[in-house]
């Protein structure tokens, strides 16, 4: 038995093994046949189940050919480098660690409704230098058919980048690259989902390499109380932290409750909290106002 297949099932993993196998099947021919007419390709490549499908999807076509590239920042997590160091030690991708300096403009730092959109321009303009130096023939990320319904800026940045969206070409749904994933023995099909660091503080607050690693530290509690879905959203002193309904229950239980606030106060917070709506991906966007 793989250790894929070990993994707990949850919500998300259950409707991975609901999809129609033919179709999600017929979708990965197509992403096969695209990505055979490159002559050869960079993959943007997070350690989440999207970028990690696509980075495998890329290397069983075009072997060497094919360069998953991971940026290194204070946005990036302990645990998504150690993910991501996981799934190349255990599929063999060719892959490749960067360096990227978003904290080091002005704009991101704001942390306005717009900060995706200069994390991605950085992280694109360092894939555009190393494509050219190393004559790789086109850039691609693992942005899906599902992404396209929430507010991601940093999409913006794709196209202005010219950067291809293997995936979404494919007509590819988060469902059925868990199921494709699954299928081929990927760890990351049960993957819950993930996000940069940033993305726990709220618009209008400052991102700093401090906050970040506070936040780091805060999840990394959580963790070792084997939540699997769950983020530590930074309100000032205050930690509000949503936890996937199917385990909030667990999270309001005298004992755990206790260790949860111990451990995210040594962390750095002064007060914790936990959300009573549990996690939702992109919760922090319904503050927006768009027009």
């Not at 997590?77 to 080091?104: K, N, P, Y």
């Not at 469902?175 to 993930?194: C, D, H, V």
């Not at 385990?247 to 004992?255: K, Q, S, T, V």
Request: glycine share 6%; proline share 3%; with cysteine.
């Amino acid at each position: 038995m793989s250790s894929a297949s070990r993994l707990p099932i949850t919500t998300a993993a259950a409707d991975a093994l609901a999809v129609d196998a033919s179709h999600a099947l017929a979708k990965q021919e197509r992403l096969s046949t695209a990505l055979r007419a490159l002559d050869s390709v960079l993959v943007a490549f997070s350690g989440g189940a999207d970028s990690a499908y696509l980075a495998w999807a890329a290397h069983q076509v075009l072997g060497e050919r094919a360069l998953a590239i991971t940026a290194l920042s204070a946005s990036f997590s302990r645990h998504d480098r150690e993910q991501a160091e996981a799934f190349i030690a255990a599929t063999g991708v060719r892959h490749e660690f960067i360096a990227t300096h978003e904290l080091e403009n002005p704009l991101y730092v704001a942390n306005n409704a717009d900060r995706c959109y200069h994390c991605k321009d950085e992280l694109f303009g360092q894939m555009d230098s190393l494509a050219r130096s190393r004559q790789f023939a086109a850039i691609a990320y693992g942005i899906n058919a599902d992404d396209t319904r929430d507010f991601r800026p940093g999409h913006r940045a794709a196209h202005e980048h010219h950067v291809l969206a293997p995936l979404l070409d494919a007509e590819l749904y988060k469902a059925e690259i868990r199921f494709l994933s699954q299928r081929a023995g990927l760890a990351t099909w049960n993957r819950p989902a993930s996000a940069c660091l940033s993305s726990r503080v709220p618009y209008g607050t400052a991102v700093t390499p401090e906050l970040l690693a506070k936040i780091d530290r805060a999840e990394a509690v959580l963790r070792a109380l084997d939540f699997r879905q769950f983020r530590v959203r930074a309100h000032g002193e205050l930690a509000r932290i949503e936890i996937a309904p199917d385990e909030l229950a667990r999270g309001f239980e005298p004992a755990i409750g206790r260790q949860i606030a111990d451990g995210v106060k040594r962390a750095g917070f002064a007060l914790v909290t936990v959300d009573l709506e549990g996690y939702r991906q992109g919760s922090l966007n319904s503050l927006l106002k768009i027009k």
